[in-house]
């Protein structure tokens, strides 16, 4: 996992990323408030997030090629507070390759590794 520490608070690092995202006019297709279905059990965990998104126009070569790709895509990343600090975390897309039969693609993974690092960094502030 690629991690970068955030020098924002953790509701301005989300608000970041979701609109690093926006702005590059990709698709958000999900929120995942992990500590939210925490407390909804009635246990404390501390602000942690996925925020899952992507572009079709991307992923669907891959898919294309191997279906089972699926399973890791859409683009994924999560933030959480860790005691004071907020981190950004995210799997390096170009190990895709490496379970599924999408090294053809790897110029797309590279893309796809450059626009994470990028969201990751304008999110982290």
């Keep these: 996992m ?5 020098g924002s608070s953790y509701e ?14 990709l698709e958000l297709f999900a929120r995942i408030d992990h500590a939210a279905g925490a407390r909804g059990v009635e246990l404390e965990l501390a602000e942690e997030e996925v925020i899952v998104f992507g572009s079709p126009r ?5 898919m294309q090629s191997d279906p089972r790709v699926g399973l890791d895509l859409p683009l994924r990343m999560l933030v959480w507070r860790q005691g004071e ?18 090294s053809l693609h790897q110029p797309l993974l590279e893309q796809m ?6 969201l990751s ?3 982290a502030g």
């Design 113 to 118: 590794a450059t626009l994470l690092a990028e």
């Design 12 to 25: 301005d690092t989300v608000r970041f990323l979701i609109n690093a995202i926006e702005d590059r006019g």
């Design 2 to 6: 690629i991690i970068n520490s955030s």
């Design 58 to 62: 991307s992923g669907t070569p891959l």
């Design 85 to 102: 600090e907020v981190c950004l975390g995210y799997h390096d897309p170009r190990d895709l390759s490496l379970e599924y039969d999408i």
């Design 121 to 123: 960094a304008e999110a």
